[in-house]
């Protein structure tokens, strides 16, 4: 089974700063891709970033980046000028099975807090 | 233009009862996802469509849970004789294709409280 690992529960962080969410996974797949939802207190996850795997630059998307370390099987997610809209659950997702299977595994998510 | 949707927003019910939870996914998407968000807890799949078809229903739980998709749009999930532990977020997202590269958009999901 496919295991995704977030082992932040939670992180706060001023307004302006940097802040990086880290996350590992499991996959015996050669190419696939990662993700990274955020979930606000409205609960509609957004995707945030994607990144395929055979890809060796980074994703970029305006202030969020990933460290994609695919030896590692690790994909973590920075933020930079952090805002306070940025507040909320932050889920990192991996293809839930290989072989054609459909969906995605989520780990548990990290609850970033931006204050003021 | 319109986002998946979810109907009903908030759902209380008894212990035992029957309940349908309802997703109309963004117009053309073929494929169609259900999950379960326990509280402090990512989503875990349930099921897949393709678009009338069950794809994949690994994540159902048990029997007493149930989903369809008769016309390839609008999907219902069901559960027969709710239980306590059936108390979670229920999420529906959407895909324009399958595929484990395509961004799925999601609902707002279905809050489910058996009392």
């Known amino acids: 089974a496919q295991t995704v690992t977030q082992s932040q529960p939670e992180m706060s962080v001023q307004e302006a700063e940097t802040v990086t969410l880290s996350c590992t996974y499991d996959?015996?797949?050669?190419?696939?891709?990662l993700f990274w939802y955020k979930q606000p207190p409205s609960r509609q996850m957004i995707l945030v970033i994607r990144q395929e795997a055979y890809k060796q630059q980074n994703a970029t998307e305006n202030r969020f980046s990933v460290n994609f370390q695919k030896a590692a099987k690790s994909f973590s997610l920075k933020i930079s000028d952090s805002q306070l809209g940025d507040t909320a659950m932050y889920f990192c997702a991996s293809p839930r099975a290989g072989g054609g299977a459909d969906g995605l595994t989520f780990g548990k998510g990290t609850h970033l807090i931006i204050q003021p | 233009g319109a986002g998946v949707s979810q109907t009903p927003s908030n759902k209380v019910t008894e212990k035992g009862k029957y309940v349908e939870l309802r997703c109309d996914p963004i117009?053309?998407?073929?494929?169609l996802y259900w999950y379960r968000q326990s509280l402090g807890q990512g989503p875990e799949f349930l099921i897949y469509?393709?678009?009338?078809?069950?794809?994949?229903d690994s994540g159902l739980p048990n029997d007493r849970f149930f989903a369809v998709r008769p016309e390839g749009s609008v999907s219902t999930l069901k559960i027969q004789r709710t239980e306590r532990g059936d108390s979670a977020v229920y999420l529906c997202?959407?895909?324009?294709?399958?595929?484990?590269?395509?961004?799925?958009?999601f609902g707002p999901g279905t809050r489910l409280t058996v009392l």
């Open positions: 469509f393709q678009g009338t078809g069950a794809a994949d």
């Open positions: 997202a959407s895909s324009p294709t399958s595929g484990d590269y395509n961004e799925q958009f």
């Open positions: 996959t015996s797949e050669s190419n696939y891709y």
């Open positions: 117009s053309g998407h073929t494929a």
